[in-house]
């Protein structure tokens, strides 16, 4: 007779694959699985599903590692699913599980069935699935890992009855490891090298995945080898490359036509590690200038699959790039022939609005370039930015150039309410990792309510978060869509009566709301040494930027 459950055998799976800590909001259908939680495990409460699931890809994405997320069956899923949209395109490995009704009534659908439990979440996950059999459980958990991981990384998802968990099982599971690169077709490369090689000014477009890969080495060395041009590619998510580097010229319009005159006089570009192109908005124009070949090599077929032009090579970005700097040939012309004028704006796809614009707004008020120029200033080694603040990317970028890897990160998905959560897993990563790096969050007023309660699990955890909210009192970014979709009188717009300082001190954290830019520097260098979040309210000078 068997002495182990499916619980028991799962939970000794999940300590062989390291999934030992959650993330997530229980409700009634999952506290069959966490009932005797392992004192080896660590469970971190979100107040809200989407908060926990971008708590879990910011910790993934910190750690490097695949993260285990936990909601309610089909209502807790349908709060997660703005953020699972952007894990998903953050390519973040996740593992969600959804508790499902007792398996004895499921056929009436009672209260809190989710009733197609492997259709709601898609099509953001790779894989869903709800085991028919008790028995199947610890396997569906080996087989969502492996599908997390391989790539294109991503999330997957698992609807589990509430009745099987105490079920008789003999284990252990089947363990089963998987590769998480795939090598590059060698003959294909070669056909790249060699059209690289004989380029006159080629142009080399990283996207997140490079840094995702540890590829920022491999990156420099390629372009340096080549002599080219470095764009990062439009809206990417993470940087891919130095930004202070005398080869890079910015981030890439995410318009088709403004980002086809940003490659004009360029004869051959690269694509790697990103889509070919995230746009938005629509601008006309043609893909490509006249006589510009494009490469593309991505891990993700569907990615390659859907590109409006281009000649495509599936495999691992990094793994690729490194093979690339042995392939080609370094040109006998100067290195910097194919130079273009850096963008001053860097990798925001889209300028500012005065980029010449002297200190001071109105009335005493700073402007966002202001904040960003004061915080440059206190900006201590190794620090991680996280940003939520559309309409001031540009200045933001400009004063805070990223030199080091894996020290940017924002949302693939454009969704508001993504990075104020993901802030909080990524300083937990770094604690856990033992790295320990400094975290910073620069987000709007607009974005701040999003997924405002994710501020609790920072300061039940004492995580050394500096949050700098700016309140110019409306959705800047949408006023800046009125103006290019030409849609004046749009209502909502306007966001007046919020207090942030009372918002964050009701979750625990220290607040503040500071106008003085020399206070406003003592008070993150305070925080920043601090044993918990500080939220901390500077009110800006509304400006409307332009989006291309």
Same mark, same amino acid.
């Given at each position: 007779?068997?002495?182990?459950?499916?619980?028991?055998?799962?939970?000794?799976?999940?300590?062989?694959?390291?999934?030992?800590?959650?993330?997530?909001?229980?409700?009634?259908?999952?506290?069959?699985? #966490?009932?005797?939680?392992?004192?080896?495990?660590?469970?971190?409460?979100?107040?809200?599903?989407?908060?926990?699931?971008?708590?879990?890809? %910011?910790?993934?994405?910190? $750690?490097?590692?695949?993260?285990?997320?936990?909601?309610?069956?089909?209502?807790?899923?349908?709060?997660?699913?703005?953020?699972?949209?952007?894990?998903? #395109?953050?390519?973040?490995? +996740?593992?969600?599980?959804?508790?499902?009704?007792?398996?004895? /009534?499921?056929?009436?659908? &009672?209260?809190?069935?989710?009733?197609?439990? $492997?259709?709601?979440?898609?099509?953001?996950?790779?894989?869903?699935?709800?085991?028919?059999?008790?028995?199947?459980? &610890?396997?569906?958990?080996?087989?969502?890992?492996?599908?997390? /991981?391989?790539?294109?990384?991503?999330?997957?998802?698992?609807?589990?009855? #509430?009745?099987?968990?105490?079920?008789?099982?003999?284990?252990?599971?089947?363990?089963?490891?998987?590769?998480?690169?795939?090598?590059?077709?060698?003959?294909?490369?070669?056909?790249?090298?060699?059209?690289?090689?004989? @380029?006159?000014?080629?142009?080399?477009?990283?996207?997140?995945?490079? *840094?995702?890969?540890?590829?920022?080495? @491999?990156?420099?060395?390629?372009?340096?080898?080549?002599?080219?041009?470095?764009?990062?590619?439009? !809206?990417?998510?993470?940087?891919?490359?130095?930004?202070?580097?005398?080869?890079?010229?910015?981030?890439?319009?995410?318009?088709?036509?403004?980002?086809?005159?940003?490659?004009?006089?360029?004869?051959?570009?690269?694509?790697?590690?990103?889509?070919?192109?995230?746009?938005?908005?629509?601008?006309?124009?043609?893909? +490509?200038?006249?006589? $510009?070949?494009?490469?593309?090599?991505?891990?993700?077929?569907?990615? $390659?699959?859907?590109?409006?032009?281009?000649?495509?090579?599936?495999?691992?970005? =990094?793994?690729?790039?490194?093979?690339?700097?042995?392939?080609?040939?370094? &040109?006998?012309?100067? @290195?910097?022939?194919?130079?273009? @004028?850096?963008?001053?704006?860097? /990798?925001?796809?889209?300028?500012?609005?005065?980029?010449?614009?002297?200190?001071?707004?109105?009335?005493?008020?700073?402007?966002?370039?202001?904040?960003?120029?004061?915080?440059?200033?206190?900006?201590?080694?190794?620090?991680?930015?996280?940003?939520?603040?559309?309409?001031?990317?540009?200045?933001?970028?400009?004063?805070?150039?990223?030199?080091?890897?894996?020290?940017?990160?924002?949302?693939?998905?454009?969704?508001?309410?993504?990075?104020?959560?993901?802030?909080?897993?990524?300083?937990?990563?770094?604690?856990?990792?033992?790295? %320990?790096?400094?975290?910073?969050? =620069?987000?709007? *007023?607009?974005?701040?309510?999003?997924?405002?309660?994710?501020?609790?699990?920072?300061?039940?955890?004492? #995580?050394?978060?500096?949050?700098?909210?700016?309140?110019?009192?409306?959705?800047?970014?949408?006023?800046?869509?009125?103006?290019?979709?030409?849609?004046?009188?749009?209502?909502? +717009?306007?966001?007046?009566?919020?207090?942030?300082?009372?918002?964050?001190?009701?979750?625990?954290?220290? !607040?503040?709301?500071?106008?003085? +830019?020399?206070?406003?520097?003592?008070? =993150?260098?305070? %925080?920043?040494?601090?044993?918990?979040? =500080?939220?901390?309210?500077?009110?800006?000078?509304?400006?409307?930027?332009?989006?291309?």
């Amino acid at each position: 007779m068997a002495t182990s459950t499916v619980r028991t055998v799962t939970h000794d799976l999940l300590r062989k694959l390291g999934l030992t800590t959650f993330f997530g909001n229980p409700g009634s259908t999952e506290e069959t699985f #966490l009932k005797d939680f392992p004192a080896d495990f660590t469970y971190h409460l979100a107040l809200q599903e989407a908060s926990a699931i971008a708590i879990a890809d %910011g910790y993934a994405q910190a $750690t490097g590692k695949p993260a285990l997320v936990n909601v309610h069956t089909a209502a807790g899923l349908g709060n997660a699913m703005g953020n699972l949209i952007t894990a998903s #395109l953050n390519k973040t490995p +996740l593992i969600i599980t959804a508790g499902q009704q007792t398996r004895e /009534m499921l056929l009436m659908e &009672p209260w809190l069935t989710n009733v197609d439990a $492997t259709q709601l979440p898609r099509p953001w996950v790779k894989w869903a699935y709800e085991p028919a059999r008790p028995e199947d459980v &610890p396997g569906a958990f080996m087989r969502a890992y492996a599908t997390a /991981m391989q790539a294109p990384a991503g999330p997957v998802f698992l609807s589990l009855p #509430l009745d099987d968990w105490d079920k008789p099982l003999d284990g252990p599971a089947v363990l089963r490891t998987v590769s998480r690169r795939g090598a590059p077709d060698l003959d294909r490369l070669r056909e790249f090298a060699d059209i690289l090689s004989k @380029a006159s000014a080629p142009a080399l477009i990283y996207g997140a995945a490079i *840094d995702r890969g540890q590829g920022w080495p @491999a990156a420099v060395a390629l372009a340096e080898k080549l002599g080219g041009t470095v764009f990062a590619a439009p !809206a990417s998510e993470r940087c891919p490359f130095p930004e202070t580097h005398p080869l890079y010229a910015g981030g890439l319009p995410f318009a088709i036509g403004p980002l086809c005159a940003r490659l004009k006089g360029h004869d051959v570009a690269i694509v790697i590690g990103a889509p070919v192109f995230r746009y938005y908005p629509y601008v006309a124009g043609d893909y +490509l200038p006249q006589g $510009t070949r494009l490469l593309h090599i991505s891990d993700d077929p569907a990615e $390659t699959a859907r590109a409006p032009v281009g000649d495509s090579l599936v495999a691992d970005p =990094v793994l690729s790039t490194r093979a690339l700097i042995d392939l080609v040939k370094a &040109p006998a012309r100067p @290195a910097t022939a194919s130079r273009v @004028a850096p963008a001053p704006h860097r /990798m925001a796809p889209h300028p500012a609005r005065h980029p010449d614009q002297p200190p001071g707004g109105v009335d005493g008020v700073p402007t966002a370039a202001d904040v960003f120029a004061a915080l440059a200033e206190v900006r201590p080694a190794h620090c991680v930015l996280v940003e939520e603040s559309p309409s001031n990317l540009a200045d933001l970028h400009r004063h805070w150039p990223i030199t080091e890897p894996e020290t940017f990160f924002t949302f693939a998905s454009g969704g508001l309410g993504w990075n104020l959560p993901a802030s909080v897993g990524i300083a937990l990563g770094e604690r856990d990792t033992g790295r %320990g790096r400094p975290v910073i969050v =620069v987000i709007g *007023d607009g974005s701040f309510q999003y997924s405002v309660q994710s501020l609790w699990t920072a300061a039940q955890n004492k #995580l050394p978060i500096v949050f700098i909210v700016l309140r110019n009192g409306e959705y800047g970014i949408l006023k800046s869509f009125a103006v290019l979709e030409e849609t004046p009188g749009v209502p909502g +717009l306007d966001i007046p009566g919020l207090d942030i300082v009372r918002l964050a001190e009701g979750y625990g954290c220290a !607040a503040e709301r500071i106008v003085d +830019l020399d206070a406003l520097k003592a008070r =993150v260098t305070q %925080g920043f040494a601090g044993d918990g979040p =500080v939220v901390i309210e500077v009110p800006i000078d509304p400006s409307i930027p332009p989006l291309i």
